[in-house]
């Protein structure tokens, strides 16, 4: 098949070019640096001639209020591009959970994807994964100081960015599920035990303080964040990808 994947150069969809391609379809990875800007629509037409498959892996550049309007202009431009071309199935990537955390801007952004697709003129699937094992620098980054991180003991279930990138790729090649799949990490964790094991890897001294009010994830409630029961688990450890 012929598969457009827009953010075709960031940390999942460079991944998920690589493996549609070695599974033998034709992959056009689009971006503003290839002349697809998905903001404005510029070069999104041309793109989607003779596609297949659009997997939109694009992403706000915020996570606060000005993130809706990012998802409901790129959904708009694409959706109608993607109707026009004659696209039959079209991929967004989405998180587990995401329209049981109304308090945080960012997930109300991507429920607004969500059903932006979901009404839309286009046979669609959502892919919801877990929190990525690569983002966990970044969170512990949020609360900490040269001595501790703190940290909530939210309920994660995290995965590696190329179980992720596998997931959307097998979806994309698949039949359109007008619906959603869930896909999670092996191992269930709370957050400030996360935090623990990746210092203790790293040979990182601070201690890690569970304060149930740190960070943006100290919004979520109970196990929001853990795969579903009929989500699929990847096999990556965060102890096997810790050791790469």
């Known amino acids: 098949m012929k598969i457009a994947v827009i953010g075709g150069t960031g940390l999942i969809g460079s991944q998920v ?3 549609l391609t070695t599974d033998g379809h034709d992959v056009l990875p689009l971006s503003p640096s290839t002349g697809v800007d998905l903001l404005t629509g510029a070069g999104l037409p041309e793109a989607l001639a003779g596609a297949d498959v659009v997997v939109n892996l694009t992403n706000s550049p915020t996570f606060d209020e000005a993130s809706p309007a990012f998802f409901r202009t790129t959904m708009q ?3 109608s591009a993607a109707a026009s071309a ?18 945080l801007d960012y997930y109300r952004a991507k429920v607004l994807q969500e059903e932006l697709l979901q009404t839309g003129p286009v046979p669609y699937s959502i892919v919801r994964a877990t929190q990525f094992y690569e983002f966990v620098d970044a969170v512990l980054s ?3 100081d040269e001595n501790t991180v703190r940290l909530p003991a ?5 995965m590696a960015a190329a179980d992720v990138a596998r997931a959307v790729a097998d979806v994309a090649a698949g039949a359109p599920l007008n619906g959603i799949r869930n896909v999670a990490g092996p191992q269930v964790y709370g957050l400030d035990e996360l935090g623990r094991v990746a210092l203790s890897a790293r040979g990182d001294r601070r201690a890690v303080v569970t304060d149930p009010a740190a960070g943006m994830f100290a919004a979520v409630p109970g196990d929001v964040l853990i795969g579903r029961a009929d989500a699929v688990l990847a096999r990556t450890t965060f102890l096997e990808w810790l050791s790469r």
């Open 154 to 158: 939210t309920p994660v279930q995290p």
């Open 77 to 79: 431009n694409m959706l």
């Open 17 to 19: 070019v690589r493996m």
């Open 142 to 144: 949020w609360t900490s």
């Open 86 to 103: 004659g696209v039959g199935h079209a991929v967004i990537l989405s998180i587990v959970g995401v329209d049981e955390v109304p308090d």
